[in-house]
């Protein structure tokens, strides 16, 4: 009789990490295999749910998924289910069977939608297992050409002596509550002028509608290489690899400061901790191929991290967006 597919494939990943890791490396790899049961996790098709439309961060759940779903021989099927600023698709996993078989696509809003709305159908802390973080992606502090800054230091002088307005994709959003961290730490003032997603910002800001706007490093790159648009800094706490000549503004005189969207895998609370490891290990290996510089185009930092890592890192996120949602007075009413 013919072996599972499933079984064929963990047995050869069983063998090859045998003559990479010695014995030890084969217990650990044997231990996980037993816990998901006849080592045949997945044997099926893995759900990825996406909190927002095609076309933003399911291009990098897409490249890397494909890579993992090669590696176990089981594709990583994607769902797109936008609404309610992510909460839709949140809900969706949180109520889901914990079989490891479906799984979150999280972005930096999944953190700042658990500091803004106090009636979630879920809890963004307990109801979700980490799996692990893949990388981030920051944001620019953009202006306008025609604006009197060329660095983040004038930009903050210019806006103590006039206040400036900024664009922002809404209240609440990822964008909305990076420019009120900026504003909070430099100790100026500002007004959100809100558009419905990056692209009407970009145009607003070409067009000198709104003076500056954090943006998404890969939605504006192409006017700043044509001098559309000028760059005062970027807000990941270290430069980035996709611009590094661009200083950070945490380094510009606002230390501490740091912002943008980020990527990790999360599953419902309860997933077997085996199946949790084991994607956990297939995001770190998928991010030493080629998908790395895939997504490094993109503007992606990588940083793969182990579960608890992960956990942490939400923690700290909903924190600090929660202060800030408090020092600035936003509210979800």
């Excluded at 231990?31 to 909190?51: D, E, F």
């Excluded at 942490?312 to 929660?322: G, I, L, P, T």
Aim: hydrophobic share 40%; charged share 15%.
């Amino acid at each position: 009789m013919a072996s599972h597919p499933g079984v064929k494939k963990l047995r050869d990943r069983l063998w090859g990490l045998f003559k990479r890791s010695g014995p030890a490396g084969f217990f650990v790899m044997a231990l996980t295999a037993n816990a998901l049961g006849q080592s045949t996790y997945p044997n099926r098709p893995i759900r990825v749910v996406i909190q927002f439309a095609p076309g933003g961060s399911d291009v990098v759940a897409r490249i890397l998924c494909q890579k993992m779903g090669e590696s176990l021989g089981q594709p990583f099927v994607i769902d797109n289910r936008p609404g309610a600023a992510g909460v839709v698709g949140a809900n969706i996993v949180a109520k889901a069977a914990p079989d490891g078989y479906t799984t979150l696509f999280a972005t930096a809003s999944f953190a700042v939608t658990a500091a803004f709305s106090k009636q979630l159908p879920y809890d963004s802390l307990r109801d979700f297992d980490s799996i692990g973080y893949i990388g981030s992606q920051p944001f620019l502090l953009l202006v306008h050409p025609a604006v009197q800054a060329n660095s983040v230091k004038e930009f903050i002088a210019l806006s103590k002596s006039k206040p400036l307005n900024y664009g922002s994709t809404g209240s609440g959003g990822i964008g909305h509550l990076t420019h009120e961290l900026f504003n909070h730490l430099a100790g100026i003032k500002a007004t959100q002028v809100p558009y419905k997603g990056t692209g009407p910002i970009v145009t607003a800001l070409i067009a000198g509608e709104v003076p500056v706007a954090m943006v998404n490093i890969s939605g504006a790159w192409g006017h700043v290489r044509g001098g559309r648009l000028k760059p005062l800094g970027v807000t990941s706490a270290k430069r980035t690899m996709f611009a590094p000549e661009l200083p950070t503004i945490a380094e510009s005189g606002l230390p501490g400061f740091e912002s943008g969207t980020w990527y990790g895998l999360s599953a419902p609370r309860g997933t077997a901790t085996a199946a949790i490891h084991l994607l956990n290990r297939e995001i770190a290996a998928a991010l030493k191929t080629d998908v790395h510089e895939k997504i490094a185009v993109l503007g992606v930092d990588v940083a793969p991290s182990t579960p608890r890592e992960f956990t942490d890192y939400m923690r700290s996120e909903v924190a600090k967006w929660s202060k800030i949602i408090k020092v600035a007075g936003i509210s979800d009413s």
